[in-house]
């Protein structure tokens, strides 16, 4: 149980563009997911939190019309990338609580590369 | 400043040798909860374990081994006779329900290289 799948695994996309990564709970339903960035051989660092229903609570220093998340459903949440730039390019992980005692659960991650 | 210290960034044995990682966490909340997540090379993070601040019980689970001392704010964790599947970078994590939001406070990780 606890299984949080993510996708694209993997993007690449230009300058300018928007890229969407979708973060979703296979066998439970989860009314917080997160959102967190990851540099590499760098610990992770989260974006925001992203509550079922409502508007997500970013993390300070964090732009919220850059990196918009929706979580119109108990089981999926999104992240989109807006007008992405080289310096957005990251690892980006996602989570969700799941049990009694609201352990995290990841999902595989998604890598972006912005050329 | 840092909630959670993993002094030790990369550390290398070799097969069969135990390793132990070392966390230190620093709270104001009396209730918290603490974790361990292994992150191999393909990037998913893996829970491994979660323990309440009310419970001081130290845990086996195979080759793995968790010690909580309250009283040095330590969760340290200990891999027995290490195998080349444990390379990977383990994160200690800590959840404060109160001054933390039931965010995750992740330490900055380690990296346990196990050379066959």
């Known amino acids: 149980g606890a299984v949080v799948s993510q996708h694209p695994s993997w993007v690449i996309c230009k300058s300018g563009t928007s890229v969407k990564i979708e973060c979703r709970s296979l066998?439970?339903?989860?009314?917080?997911m997160f959102w967190y960035r990851q540099f590499p051989k760098q610990s992770l660092m989260l974006m925001a939190t992203?509550?079922?229903?409502?508007?997500?609570?970013?993390e300070q220093g964090v732009e919220k019309d850059k990196f918009l998340i929706n979580h119109a459903s108990l089981t999926l949440s999104t992240l989109t990338v807006t007008s992405a730039h080289p310096e957005d390019s990251s690892f980006y992980i996602c989570?969700?609580?799941?049990?009694?005692?609201?352990?995290?659960?990841f999902g595989p991650g998604t890598r972006l590369t912005v050329l | 400043a840092q909630k959670v210290t993993q002094a030790q960034t990369e550390i290398s044995v070799v097969e069969k040798e135990d390793v132990t990682l070392d966390c230190v966490y620093e709270?104001?909340?009396?209730?918290?909860?603490l974790f361990w997540y292994k992150q191999p090379p393909s990037g998913e993070l893996v829970f491994l374990i979660r323990?309440?601040?009310?419970?001081?019980q130290n845990e086996i689970s195979g080759r793995y081994s968790w010690n909580f001392q309250k009283s040095t704010s330590s969760f340290n964790f200990t891999i027995t006779a290490s195998q080349v599947v444990d390379s990977a970078v383990y994160f200690c994590?800590?959840?404060?329900?109160?001054?933390?939001?039931?965010?995750?406070?992740f330490g900055k990780g380690n990296q346990v290289v196990v050379i066959p």
């Open positions: 989570s969700a609580r799941a049990g009694q005692f609201d352990t995290q659960y």
């Open positions: 066998d439970f339903q989860a009314t917080t």
């Open positions: 992203s509550n079922e229903g409502s508007k997500a609570t970013y």
């Open positions: 709270t104001r909340d009396t209730t918290y909860y």
């Open positions: 323990r309440n601040s009310f419970d001081e």
């Open positions: 994590a800590l959840s404060e329900p109160y001054y933390g939001n039931n965010r995750l406070a």
